[in-house]
């Protein structure tokens, strides 16, 4: 066969094209925007479309960043306000809802979202019934087990982004107090994205070694210094908030660091928010706890050490989410 009879071949289609990988985000708004920028500048997918009913913001966003291409690993992007374009998608990430103003805490969101999601969630599962759900709209718990029920999807489908980003704070906070790299630091936030959060410092490590080891070593990070931490942690999105009005690149990278493990069936242990059913005793709501993700979702929970005080704090932090479900008739 010549050269051409084997392009001639090729073009009239003897070959299936390789698989795509699509990212669709709902929602153009900065976290949406800085999710397709952070998911394409990381090569997360092949294909990355922008959902919002703005033709013209999703326009320039998504021209904004076509014009960058060239400078990423190889990709496309696209977008419209026609939710048929999230079709075949194999993540789907919402970001719309409504946005945070400063001073207004996560749960006072939560009304005004839940009705936009009774509308946007049932049009996305319509045309996109196979995709993986991560909800990353706040407040992330709420949503997340609101959509799920207005879904009908199975719990591993459907998940929220939950306290990654919280957890990268908190390593990231014990780094700099402890001048050691951000990526030997394993502990994490659990429970609410939000207010109510927990830091599980009785199984965190540095290095392999027990924070509680390294901290008697070192006395750099003692109790009122995790304390100081934690409250960090909790307060830092309202700083931002405060100072620029939104929180936007880090949240991205922590959704499209989930997207990866996702697409790439990782099996990565990730603390995102997903139904809980009997997890140490916590039932019938959405929230943090380790979990391996792949590409089903949310393939299984890991149960990792916790002391009496951070139970108490995680049933606490179930105990409160459920009463706003319960309150918004979820």
């Not at 997360?44 to 479309?49: E, F, S």
């Not at 419209?80 to 207004?104: F, H, L, M, W």
Request: charge should be negative.
């Amino acid at each position: 066969m010549t050269v051409d009879q084997h392009l001639g071949a090729v073009d009239a289609g003897s070959r299936a094209p390789a698989p795509v990988s699509t990212l669709a985000i709902v929602g153009a708004g900065s976290v949406g925007a800085t999710l397709a920028y952070a998911a394409l500048i990381r090569g997360v997918a092949r294909r990355v479309v922008l959902y919002d009913i703005d033709a013209a913001k999703v326009e320039a966003e998504v021209l904004d960043i076509a014009h960058g291409i060239e400078f990423m690993p190889m990709g496309e992007i696209d977008g419209s306000d026609d939710i048929s374009i999230c079709a075949r998608a194999d993540v789907i990430a919402v970001t719309a809802g409504a946005r945070q103003k400063p001073g207004q805490s996560r749960i006072d969101l939560a009304g005004k979202t839940i009705e936009l999601m009774r509308t946007l969630v049932p049009q996305l599962v319509e045309v996109a019934p196979d995709a993986v759900y991560m909800m990353v709209t706040n407040p992330v718990d709420i949503v997340t087990y609101a959509s799920l029920k207005l879904s009908g999807l199975p719990p591993n489908q459907l998940f929220g982004s939950g306290t990654v980003l919280d957890t990268s704070r908190l390593r990231y906070l014990v780094s700099q107090r402890c001048r050691i790299a951000v990526r030997n630091v394993h502990a994490y936030i659990l429970g609410e994205h939000g207010d109510s959060e927990i830091p599980v410092w009785s199984s965190a490590t540095i290095g392999g070694a027990p924070l509680r080891e390294f901290t008697a070593a070192t006395g750099r990070l003692n109790q009122d210094v995790q304390d100081e931490i934690a409250h960090e942690v909790v307060n830092s999105a309202y700083r931002i908030i405060a100072g620029k009005g939104a929180t936007n690149y880090a949240v991205a990278l922590a959704a499209a660091r989930i997207t990866e493990a996702v697409l790439r069936s990782e099996r990565a242990i990730l603390p995102v928010s997903s139904l809980l059913e009997d997890y140490l005793g916590i039932s019938d709501v959405c929230m943090s706890v380790p979990s391996i993700v792949d590409r089903v979702g949310v393939a299984e929970r890991l149960v990792i050490p916790v002391n009496a005080a951070e139970l108490a704090g995680l049933r606490s932090s179930a105990t409160q989410l459920r009463a706003v479900a319960r309150q918004l008739g979820f």
